[in-house]
């Protein structure tokens, strides 16, 4: 069975990231991590939050053979992406909830041979701005969204087919939408 495919997922969740690199009317409050491990020198880490009235963003690039840290502009998060997007194959990471440098780490020690994945790894808690009544649970009840993944970019194909038939596989997600309590894609609720 091949690897399963979660380049839409990924896209989806690449264009609202690219969304809320600043101020949005379609969120009332909003907090968001973007972590992308390469498999070359550098790797980018962001984030960004507002409370409606005050929002705040950062950016980071982190050379990985001397620890130096650059500053980089926040709203780079959807280059970076992109160039992710790259990636032949893009599958989700499923395995034991762990952070992604963790993942990571687990996927060089466990490997036989170097597959050298790439990691790119999304957070994202928003509030809605418009008030839904249909549920009748509250008031004014909002429609929250909630986005927790570690996307897994396999350069080529023949890469792919040789993870599909490691021992690493049991560590990708099998099920489109996952139903993890971990690891999920736009889960929506009311609050």
Same mark, same amino acid.
């Given at each position: 069975? #091949? ?5 839409? +997922?990924?896209?989806?969740?690449? !264009? +609202? ?20 491990? +390469?498999?070359?020198?550098? $790797? &980018?880490?962001?984030? %960004?939050? *507002? @409370? ?20 980089? #502009?926040?709203?780079?998060? %959807?280059?970076?992406?992109? +160039? ?8 989700? &990471? ?10 990571? =780490?687990?996927?060089?020690?466990? $490997?036989?041979?170097? &597959?050298? #994945? ?6 994202? @808690?928003?509030? =809605? *701005?418009?008030?839904? $009544? ?6 004014? #009840? ?21 993870? !599909?038939? *490691? ?23 009311? $609050?």
């Amino acid at each position: 069975m #091949p690897l399963p495919n979660y380049r839409d +997922t990924f896209l989806q969740c690449l !264009e +609202t990231l690219k969304g809320l690199t600043g101020r949005s009317e379609d969120y009332a409050r909003f907090r968001w991590q973007a972590i992308y491990l +390469t498999r070359g020198r550098f $790797s &980018y880490f962001f984030r %960004g939050a *507002s @409370d409606g009235q005050t929002a705040r963003f950062s950016g980071q690039q982190i050379d990985l053979t001397n620890g130096e840290i650059t500053i980089i #502009p926040v709203r780079s998060a %959807g280059l970076y992406g992109a +160039t992710f997007g790259l990636n032949e194959a893009i599958t989700a &990471y499923g395995g034991p909830a762990k952070s992604v440098i963790d993942v990571a =780490h687990a996927f060089n020690e466990a $490997s036989e041979m170097s &597959y050298q #994945p790439e990691f790119f790894y999304v957070r994202m @808690d928003l509030l =809605h *701005s418009a008030n839904d $009544s249909r549920m009748g649970r509250a008031e004014n #009840p909002r429609l929250r969204e909630n986005t927790n993944l570690i996307f897994v970019g396999l350069e080529d194909q023949i890469t792919a087919d040789l993870l !599909e038939e *490691s021992d690493i596989a049991r560590w990708v997600a099998q099920e489109k939408p996952m139903a993890s309590t971990d690891w999920y894609a736009e889960r929506f609720y009311y $609050s």
